[in-house]
């Protein structure tokens, strides 16, 4: 680079940065794992976790997830929805409130798989970006029923 070119750049220099530049420059470093569904995610992926996730469906009042198979009706969809809600609310230990969080994302992509409704008061495109993340996270053939689910949600 000659003398002329080193001038031009302290010229055209990207100048003076106010604070929301500065702000958002500095959140690009942080990573944001603040949402319960990434601490799901996280134990999803521990050496146990297909175990843990057979058992946190098994265990729960909505077993049929773990055939995928029939469909539930609206009823039962609101009362496991609430049951989860409760498991989650309650916990008294970080698996079982994963447990209960990990019901309700399969309860509300239930609600879109087979009644093509969204049974949550979150905003569709945040329902359809947690559900997503979630599924990267499965094994087969969750990972489909969930991100089926995300698809449709939008």
């Given amino acids: 680079m000659n003398a002329s070119d080193q001038d031009s750049m302290k010229k055209s220099g990207p100048g003076p940065l106010d ?34 996730l057979h058992s946190a469906l098994d265990n729960s009042p909505g077993s049929w997830f773990l055939s995928l198979e029939g469909s539930p009706s609206a009823a039962e969809l609101e009362e496991f929805k609430q049951q989860a809600k409760v498991t989650f609310a309650k916990a008294d230990d970080a698996d079982a409130r994963l447990a209960g969080l990990l019901r309700y994302l399969f309860v509300i992509a239930a609600g879109l798989n087979y009644l093509g409704a969204l049974l949550s008061s979150q905003p569709a495109p945040e329902i359809s970006a947690t559900l997503l993340d979630l599924a990267v996270a ?16 939008t």
């Fill in 138 to 153: 499965l094994p087969a053939p969750w990972n489909d029923f969930i991100a089926e689910a995300a698809m449709s949600s």
């Fill in 19 to 52: 604070g929301n530049s500065v702000t958002n420059f500095l959140q690009l470093g942080v990573e944001q794992k603040n949402r319960p569904v990434d601490r799901l995610i996280e134990r999803l992926q521990q050496a146990d976790g297909e175990t843990w």
